[in-house]
């Protein structure tokens, strides 16, 4: 979501189009307005109109150099969405999320954090894709669909996401003199 102001900056990739619209369209035609979980202090919740895998939230820098170095030499990033699955947090929301499969990612995980200053707010890394927060129970029904199960994803670029609102695309090796 643009415009919006985070406790911490982020490193994702985008999910590319066209299944990144298709994940959108499934979650307009499919999850009812009355099961979606609206926040007026968290504006992110409800319908996710972003598609994309979080590699690192909790970064502490406001700037992309230093994810700009460690993303200097790196190669295409490879992954595969799974099934759905539901994400709970105890009293509040269920989240609707697919599984990605990628040592990429986990691989990736692991150098953020080991290299920059960040909250860990989560634990263990679980890569996902966030469809939509529902309401508590409401998650039930998307549970274990394989709606996207196999599709595969390649991209040369991730994004850091400022705090402050700000995006920068970040190659994932070095531009070609």
Sequence with gaps: MQNVNYNFSSVHIDVPNPLAN???QWGRDTVS?????VSQTHPTFGREDEIHITILYGLHTTESTQVEK???REQPIEAQLGATTIF?????????????????????NKKLASKL?????YGEYNPHMTIAYLKKGKGRRYDQLDLWAG?????????FSSKKGFRKRIPTHSPSK
């Design 33 to 37: 307005d009355d099961d979606i979980f």
């Design 117 to 121: 200053a960040h909250t860990d707010l």
């Design 88 to 108: 709970t947090n105890p009293s509040k929301y269920d989240v609707v999320v697919a599984k990605v499969i990628s040592e990429d990612l986990e691989r990736l």
């Design 22 to 24: 298709e994940i959108i």
């Design 70 to 72: 460690l993303f200097k």
């Design 151 to 159: 599709r595969k994803i390649s991209t040369d670029y991730v994004v």
